[in-house]
């Protein structure tokens, strides 16, 4: 017995000993505030922050939008509680009748007050109203309570925040009444501990039915924050972070953007940054550059820069087959090869008949078999120090070969003549083999000297080898960027071409990538064949960003994109880097913002300057 309780009094001081060990500290102690002041009747003071709480204390009898909507949206720190309670459908259809009874009479009996009757007559039609809804179409009765706590860190701001919400509110048909003396009741109701106190529950409690409790559904703000997305910006309405990961293929259909704007509105800034982000996680990107903005931004990211021109010693043959072009397993090089070609000498000859498209092809496969290649996949391949390795760039015709077997056909004589300026005139770069390889993580094509005219070529040289490299390992992230894609698939390009960049957009997500169409000429995106191929492009993307448009492109837009007429005036008064951004089936303003070292990287000058 001795020994028992030797052992509880022993126990007892180990755990007073622990205890003053642990010190006094406890959970609630850490995420309590410092000080509380209630003083004030207009507001609580915790912490140097300022608290003022309001009570929706009634609405318009019939509400034809989400009532919180504007409150919101309307970028003001707050704090939004709604309590619901259900109430007793048998106990409230008695009260119902019982009061339809009394005031049935009073109306019948009762002449004198026209005002007095109207104001009974109407709650008279109400009640019957309720009474049919819960009775014929099983509605149920709540109670609704909202309130609001406002806060801000010094009390001007307070009242200029709180006098905001009383405009936003009346003009919505909401009346509000500041809780002073109150305002420790309405604290605590906003807070989340299901606390809806009995000191103001009178005041704010209004009845409601079943189908109208979705007017008070308080989640409306689009917000995008993927778990495993990259930053964007912030929304315009409430400063949430915008957050997207458009690889993400459970959320999103596809990987691809379309991004549209006017000269000057931030589309090329929002594209270098995505650049910039995503070369920071190692995806791999591919850039056609027409127009020589993003030398910089190679650069710094130490990129691969291929420059195609007249003063460029650098060649990529058009005619060359890659052994990435078709995935392993797969069959059909030369086929698939002359395909593309025949897009690419559409863009040279003009759009071509099915004669001219057939004799095209038949002088493509003599010139191929010149070099030992055929339609069987085995002549691709060669015997070397004992290995079987895939033919090299030597090994392939260019287009000089070509140009040879044309001429000497009458038939195909005026194909050669247009042949003259790519085999012997002022872009006789483009016979040449390939001198260029394209390891990089990131690699920038830059078809500036191409001059105005000849973009177009250079674009689709590069989208085909682009094109074979998305297709290497579809394991591997990766992204294509189209700048000033209008002019592959709008009027000047043709229907082959196009085809292959739709093909793009449509398929490339099973090969782990993305494609991204950029222009700032919305007109000629849809110019080609009643603009069935930017319609395509524009719903294969999963997301789409419209910067600031002049009103004849948004005519034009809205009539291939769902565009509501409110978003038709947003897109028109945007500002420079602010953006109109569909992201699945979320609609959302977005302020692109980045850092300042960003922007060091991206404008070559300090933020601030």
Known sequence: MEI???????????????????????????????????????????????????????????????ILKSIIESNINLNISIFYEKQNAYRIIKELTYHIGNVGLEVKNNNENRQDIDIATSIY?????????????????????IYLIIYAENIKELEYSINKIEGISQSKGLQTRRANFRQEEVFKSCMPIMENNKLIKNVAKRNILTSSLISTYPFISSTIFDEEGIFIGTN????????????????????????????????????KLLILRYRLIGIKQYIIDPEREYVSLSEKLRGTRI???????????????????????????????ISKLIGFFNLIFGELNEEEKALIEEKLIETYKQKNITFDDKSLYKKENKKIIFKNKENMPILKDLYNILKEDKKTEKFATKLIPFVKGSMKFFNNYTNVELK????????????????????????????????????????????????????????????????IFKTIRKYGGSSVAITQDISDLFSLDNGIYGKSILNNSSIKTFFALEEENIKVLSEYANLSEKEKIE???????????????????????????????????????
């Open 440 to 503: 990089n993580e990131l690699i920038i094509a830059d078809i500036y000297e191409l001059g105005e005219e000849n973009l177009k070529y250079g674009m689709y040289l590069f989208t085909d080898i682009f094109w074979d490299k998305i297709k290497e390992n579809r394991k591997e992230k990766k992204a294509i960027y189209l700048d000033e894609i209008w002019r592959l698939i709008g009027v000047t390009s043709n229907k082959n071409v196009a085809s292959f960049i739709y093909k």
């Open 571 to 609: 897109i028109k008064s945007l500002k420079t880097g602010e953006c109109l951004m569909f992201v699945g089936e979320d609609h959302i303003l977005t302020k692109i913002e980045c850092s300042n070292e960003e922007f060091e990287i991206i404008k070559g000058e300090k933020k601030d300057a």
């Open 4 to 66: 028992e309780l030797e052992k509880i009094f022993n126990k007892k001081i180990n755990e007073k000993k622990l205890g003053i060990l642990e010190g006094s500290i406890f959970d609630k102690d850490k995420i309590s505030p410092s000080y509380i002041n209630f003083q004030n009747p207009k507001y609580i003071e915790i912490d140097n922050i300022y608290y003022s709480g309001m009570i929706i204390v009634d609405y318009y009898r019939e509400q034809t939008e989400i």
């Open 307 to 337: 420059i195609i021109g007249p003063n460029s010693n650098t060649y990529i043959n058009i005619m060359e087959i890659r052994k990435e072009s078709i995935e392993e397993g797969e069959n059909g090089y030369l086929a698939t090869k």
């Open 236 to 271: 315009i309405y409430n400063n949430s972070f915008v957050f997207i990961d458009r690889y993400n293929t459970e959320k999103y259909k596809n990987a691809n953007i379309c991004i549209f704007g006017t000269s000057g509105a931030g589309k090329s800034f929002y594209t």
């Open 125 to 145: 039609g109400d009640a019957k109203y309720i009474r049919k809804e819960m009775q014929i179409n099983n509605e149920d009765m709540y109670y609704l309570y």
